[in-house]
């Protein structure tokens, strides 16, 4: 029989994988408030732990489509990449040694930030067949450092930061930087996962039923996004407003244990 948790982890999975088949980005950051406060994840930092593990592989099934579709830029991703494993190492390191509801008041601010990041209109301008020189290799692997420090002290995918850090460094429309933004979260993910591996913080049973969900969730989200395509900024709009709302129950629920410790 199934139990209730292992229910409810497919549930949450797969309204991440939803989210981001429906919007294209940001959907990774609800992972760990879900693994908390949906599936019962007591430790926050073996939600973090997991939540890193599934956006990772999330993240790795959505890069093959849009390989294969040549939106994806591998001389900007990689050092992109790269910079961001270093980074990504860093945070998870110092994300394991704060205590757990401090980081997920954090954390809330955190999602108020990329709910602000959603409301921003992005320019879909650049030159998808930039020369990257030296120069702009080093600018990639700086803004992947910085995106990936804060990617693997939250655990969150951090396609928010990564998108514009790519465009930003590179040049690249919106499109190739999102394609290539997939390998980056990827790797950010696997590294902050093995970090809290190492440590015992991730529960492998729960990360693969999210995995699961995640998948059915993405191609479900991906159907619904052809179809409603003209109100695409109305939905960004939606789900920015579920980020707030999500951060302000956060802020609700360790305001309340801190007062009342």
């Known amino acids: 029989m199934i139990s209730l948790q292992t229910i409810l982890a497919l549930l949450s999975g797969g309204g991440v994988g939803f989210s981001l088949g429906l919007i294209g980005g940001g959907g990774s950051i609800l992972a760990v408030p879900l693994l908390i406060y949906a599936v019962g994840v007591a430790d926050p930092h073996i939600a973090i732990g997991t939540g890193a593990f599934a956006v990772a592989i999330n993240a790795f099934v959505n890069l093959f489509g849009h390989w294969r579709a040549g939106t994806v830029r591998w001389r900007c991703a990689i050092p992109f990449a790269a910079g961001g494993a270093f980074g990504a190492a ?47 290799t080093a600018k990639l692997a700086v803004f992947g450092m910085l995106a990936g420090t804060l990617s693997g002290f939250f655990g969150i995918g951090g396609g928010f930061l990564v998108v ?98």
């Open 90 to 136: 860093i945070g998870s390191t110092l994300g394991k040694l704060i205590d757990g509801q401090s980081l997920i008041f954090l954390f809330a601010l955190v999602m108020f930030g990329a709910g602000v990041a959603m409301l921003r209109q992005r320019s879909g301008a650049g030159n998808p067949d930039v020369c990257v020189t030296p120069v702009i």
């Open 164 to 261: 514009p850090g790519i465009m930003l460094g590179s040049g690249l429309p919106l499109l190739n930087a999102i394609g290539s933004s997939l390998f980056a979260v990827g790797v950010f993910g696997l590294t902050t996962a093995g970090n809290y591996a190492l440590a015992g913080l991730v529960d492998w049973g729960i990360a693969l039923e999210f995995i699961l969900g995640g998948a059915l969730g993405g191609f479900l989200g991906m159907k619904a996004a052809i179809r409603l395509a003209p109100q695409k900024r109305t939905l960004t709009y939606i789900f920015a407003c579920v980020l707030f709302g999500g951060a302000a129950y956060m802020l609700l629920r360790t305001g309340a244990q801190f007062f009342s410790a």
